[in-house]
């Protein structure tokens, strides 16, 4: 059964860094690509980032890009994705999932995590 648990997620002061990590069960992660997503309050879920299970390449959304990077362990089933000089617009519930289209924007049609809650707020 595939499973993704996301954690990492929290309270932190604009200027500050979170690393978010996925946990992959259930499923082969060297074959698959995945993504970070996010959805803010009353907004529609948007595309944050991916990465190429086939060479590792990456996409950004444009509000992010230079600030966050993902990246990816095969060997310990794990994504990451570091964010830095998070703003209060990155305040979001933030979800990984699987088999995703790695274009701007990244879409998935596969499995999703629950969720890990990130606030940025002084």
């Known amino acids: 059964q595939v499973q993704l648990v996301e954690s990492g997620g929290g309270l932190v002061q604009p200027g500050g860094s979170l690393r978010l990590s996925c946990a992959a069960s259930g499923f082969t992660l060297d074959y698959n690509t995945i993504g970070w997503f996010r959805q803010a309050p009353g907004k529609g879920r948007e595309g944050v980032s991916c990465i190429s299970h086939s060479d590792g390449s990456t996409v950004y959304a444009d509000s992010v890009k230079g600030r966050f990077t993902i990246s990816r362990d095969n060997a310990n089933k794990m994504v990451y994705l570091q964010m830095n000089s998070l703003k209060a617009e990155d305040t979001a519930v933030y979800y990984c999932?699987?088999?995703?289209?790695?274009?701007?924007?990244?879409?998935?049609?596969?499995?999703w995590g629950q969720g890990t809650q990130v606030t940025v707020s002084s």
């Open positions: 999932a699987t088999e995703v289209y790695c274009g701007l924007p990244p879409t998935a049609i596969g499995s």
